[in-house]
């Protein structure tokens, strides 16, 4: 079975570990209080169909739910050791979020020279934020990223898990 190593990154309090619980059917309360996460939880699960085409395969993910805290930048090179992807999930209401996507982009993207097909850009909206689903401005090495939207209690249970999938 294949086997891949997938990193959940950006900004301290942006979703991570909601998306995180969420994609790996870990139950959590979505909403409850705020703990953040101390260097990395990893979450291992299976998946039918991810990226091959045929419903007959299945992939077996790890899904490392970085911190997003500075002070755990010590740690950064371990936990880049062989990834296959990376997902950068940041508030788009939240200005320095913005930024701050781009420093993740480049120590865990561009040191590690993924291709944009590797990444996956989550715009993860709180609930009752009023979600703009356009496009924000975001660092032109960004903008070769794919996009998407999400908000947990507004979304279709499946929208995101299908993106994983295809």
Not at 112 to 119: H, R
Request: with cysteine; proline share 5%; hydrophobic share 35%.
């Amino acid at each position: 079975m294949l086997k891949v190593k997938i990193l959940l990154i950006g900004p301290s309090e942006c979703g991570k570990t909601v998306l995180a619980n969420f994609l790996s059917d870990t139950v959590e309360t979505v909403g409850a209080d705020y703990s953040p996460t101390q260097g990395v939880r990893i979450l291992e699960f299976e998946s039918q169909n991810l990226g091959s085409g045929t419903k007959d395969s299945a992939c077996e993910v790890e899904l490392w739910d970085c911190a997003g805290d500075f002070k755990f930048e010590a740690c950064w090179p371990t936990l880049m050791k062989d990834s296959n992807g990376v997902v950068i999930v940041f508030n788009p209401d939240i200005p320095s979020h913005l930024k701050e996507a781009e420093t993740w982009y480049s120590t865990f993207i561009t040191s590690q020279g993924l291709l944009p097909s590797q990444c996956l850009l989550i715009a993860h909206h709180k609930p009752g934020s009023g979600a703009d689903t356009s496009r924000p401005q975001l660092a032109s090495q960004l903008n070769k990223l794919p996009l998407i939207h999400s908000n947990l209690e507004e979304d279709a249970e499946e929208a995101i898990k299908d993106l994983f999938r295809s």
